[in-house]
Nanobody, 119 residues
Framework: VQLQASGGGLVQPGGSLRLSCAAS????????MGWYRQAPGNQRELVAS???????NYDDSVKGRFTISKDNAENTFYLQMNSLKPEDTAVYFC??????????????WGQGTLVTVSS
């Protein structure tokens, strides 16, 4: 299973970006998807997650500004980021939790995409 993250870039404060993460390979069932971020000198932290049921979870710092969504048919999920702040600057990583037909659970990470919020 491979994940390809895209959509990062440079944006001014107050601007928007949409990150995408496409999963490919031997996919049987993805039961959770998530976006994480890591700023220089900081630990990686969960930004938002979505389960196969559609239930979502957000870090308090992004509630009301970020929206996670998914396209099951395409094994792709997104992070719409609005009202961006300089403190949102980080490398954003996507992750999936996967289960095989035999019930083996694994997690996979994308390569990261840099989001820079600066004027």
């Amino acid at each position: 299973v491979q994940l390809q993250a895209s959509g990062g870039g440079l944006v001014q404060p107050g601007g928007s970006l949409r990150l995408s993460c496409a999963a490919s390979g031997s996919i049987f069932s993805i039961y959770a998807m998530g976006w994480y971020r890591q700023a220089p000198g900081n630990q990686r932290e969960l930004v938002a997650s979505i389960r196969s049921s559609g239930s979502t979870n957000y870090d308090d710092s992004v509630k009301g500004r970020f929206t996670i969504s998914k396209d099951n048919a395409e094994n792709t999920f997104y992070l719409q980021m609005n009202s961006l702040k300089p403190e949102d600057t980080a490398v954003y990583f996507c992750k999936i939790n996967h289960i095989t037909r035999r019930g083996t659970r694994s997690e996979y990470w994308g390569q990261g995409t840099l989001v820079t919020v600066s004027s």
